[in-house]
């Protein structure tokens, strides 16, 4: 039989948000309330830098329709950071503000840093002897946690780039002869999802409607090659629509644009450029127009073209770490499972948070085409049911209206805490 844990709860967001991240929150918000063993429910402000500086809000006392409105709120409603836990004092600091708020349960909704963060935290608890159940929250658009079949976030990321390319196509249509290249660049550090999920922008019936050509982390790229299909392309084609992701890396593997100067937290290289790049290539190289454009923070705020299904199972997700932190569960975080038969479904479980933490997972080789810049069916099949529903929106004088939370700050037990630099 479980051993019943009694104390307050503690969740907080991390990384970049997506548009459906609230959506979790307000998963686990919602399942918290339904269980007498958390009695408090807390929110940390900016992820663990604001849990650092005993920032937290009390979330039990927002009202029923700020809870609800997060489902289509996009951003951190609490807030997000970068901020890498490095010392042993950061570590400590975290275990005394539990203690001082006698957090038990700890949800954290992030990456693949976020989920080592919380597994390192939970290991110094027991270390401690500190009774303390950490269930991470899958969150990336970028959809490369392993041992999930794919994260809250993505869908909707996906399906707001392929609506924009069908309009971006639609306004190339009308000004390519056949010397026109529109370049779209997206998100996707190591892995290339997100540039994938831009084939379903392409018309079941026209196989060579845009996107013509997609640009992938797990393929090598080749100017020479780039050059020899954008030529083909328009040979056939008023105009030739390019998606690259933002972390394309040349035959050596490196990154074909980024800012060596620049790092976060974590080591990462900033990226940004290659669609300029691309760009520049074909500007240089035939005799055509090219133009590029940077979705940037834009995709993964799109609320206005979420996916219902993401929606649906970002709170899913939240609700499923409440429950199997108070079943006794700990050290996991929650994954998506999908059902086997024709219809699609999709259920919850767990998996170790040291599986997660630090791991990415590639777009199987399979889903590409030969070509290397287009993907087949079973990519389709895969991602066409992640992006069905749209999230209703209220408006009001022709302008979306997104929520705020109060947050009403818990009262400080500890002193002042200085962050590393």
Same mark, same amino acid.
């Given at each position: 039989m479980t051993e019943i844990l009694n104390g307050n709860c503690l969740v907080a967001q991390s990384g970049g948000p997506t548009s459906v991240i609230n959506s979790s929150l307000a998963g686990v918000i919602t399942e918290a309330l339904n269980h007498e063993c958390i009695e408090e429910i807390y929110g940390g402000l900016n992820g663990v830098q604001g849990i650092l500086q005993e920032q937290l809000v009390d979330l039990a006392s927002e009202t029923q329709q700020n809870i609800r409105g997060l489902r289509y709120t996009p951003g951190a409603a609490l807030g997000t950071c970068r901020y890498k836990l490095k010392s042993e004092a950061d570590f400590e600091r975290v275990l005394q503000v539990f203690e001082a708020h006698n957090i038990r349960f700890f949800f954290y909704a992030g990456g693949n840093d976020s989920q080592d963060t919380a597994d390192k935290i939970s290991k110094l608890a027991q270390k401690k002897g500190y009774a303390l159940r950490v269930i991470g929250v899958p969150k990336t658009i970028d959809n490369d946690l392993v041992t999930t079949d794919h994260t809250p976030g993505y869908g909707s990321v996906i399906k707001h780039i392929s609506t924009t390319i069908r309009e971006v196509a639609c306004d190339n249509s009308g000004m390519g002869q056949h010397d026109l290249v529109q370049v779209v660049e997206v998100m996707g550090r190591s892995a290339g999802w997100i540039a994938a999920g831009a084939s379903l922008a392409k018309y079941k019936d026209d196989?060579?409607?845009a996107p013509h050509l997609i640009y992938l982390p797990e393929v090598p790229f080749s100017k020479e090659k780039y050059i020899e299909d954008v030529t083909r392309v328009l040979k056939k084609e008023k105009f030739c629509l390019v998606v690259v992701g933002e972390g394309l890396v040349d035959a050596d593997g490196n990154y074909v644009s980024t800012d060596s100067t620049s790092a976060d937290a974590f080591g990462h290289s900033q990226?940004?450029?290659a669609g300029e790049y691309l760009r520049s290539l &074909?500007? @240089?190289?035939l005799s055509v127009k090219a133009?590029? #454009?940077?979705?940037?923070m834009a995709q993964r705020a799109a609320v206005n073209c979420a996916s219902k299904a993401d929606s649906d199972e970002a709170f899913?997700?939240?609700?499923?770490?409440?429950?199997?932190?108070?079943?006794?569960?700990?050290?996991?975080?929650?994954?998506?499972?999908?059902g086997e038969g024709d219809t699609y &479904?999709? @259920?919850?479980?767990?998996?170790?948070?040291?599986? #997660?933490?630090?791991g990415v997972k590639l777009l199987p080789e399979s889903w590409i085409n030969e070509d290397g810049v287009s993907m087949n069916y079973n990519f389709i099949k895969y991602a066409l049911p992640l992006i069905q529903g749209e999230v209703e929106v209220p408006f009001e004088n022709g302008m979306p209206q997104?929520?705020?939370?109060?947050?009403?700050?818990a009262d400080k037990q500890l002193p002042a805490y200085t962050l590393n630099s």
């Open positions: 196989p060579n409607s990226l940004g450029g &074909a500007e @240089e190289n133009r590029s #454009i940077k979705l940037g899913m997700a939240g609700q499923a770490a409440v429950k199997a932190a108070v079943e006794g569960k700990t050290d996991q975080m929650v994954i998506l499972v999908r &479904a999709c @259920e919850t479980a767990l998996a170790p948070l040291s599986e #997660i933490a630090n997104y929520i705020e939370l109060k947050k009403i700050y």
